[in-house]
């Protein structure tokens, strides 16, 4: 039996080591995803498998976005945005939920967002998605076509 003194974690910091495996488990899966679209290249045709939609001649708000993950993990932001303009559009505002999420739970303090905004926010964001999958798949809209 050792008599020497054993660290003890405060209480606060074993629950804040709790609180932040969430956000730790969403920014490691972020991670594996980036660098396995880094490894497989989804430039190189069927790397990553047959895109339903594609298959059926129609380019869903979510085709290209392997594309733009490898580029932008590539650093070619505009090679990113050729490839899902509206993917990378985005990624400032879900990387300002994350840090709000994140934030939140490392304080103790839960980031609680207005429920009506966060309900005007997804309809202005499906309305944008539906929009930019109509218009990518019209003759004027092909530059923003995978």
Request: hydrophobic share 55%.
């Amino acid at each position: 039996m050792s008599l020497a003194a054993t660290p003890v974690r405060a209480p606060a910091a074993q629950a804040r080591g709790r609180r932040m495996v969430p956000p730790l488990l969403v920014a490691g899966g972020i991670a594996a995803a980036t660098i396995a679209l880094h490894l497989r290249d989804p430039h190189d045709q069927g790397s990553w498998g047959l895109c339903p939609s594609a298959a059926l001649g129609f380019y869903c708000p979510g085709c290209g976005g392997l594309r733009a993950v490898n580029d932008l993990g590539d650093l070619r932001i505009a090679d990113a945005a050729s490839s899902n303009l509206l993917f990378v559009a985005t990624i400032p505002l879900f990387v300002w939920i994350f840090w709000r999420w994140s934030a939140g739970r490392w304080t103790g303090r839960a980031w609680d967002p207005d429920s009506r905004a966060v309900a005007r926010l997804s309809a202005v964001l499906i309305a944008v998605m539906v929009v930019f999958s109509v218009v990518r798949n019209t003759p004027a809209g092909a530059w923003l076509a995978p």
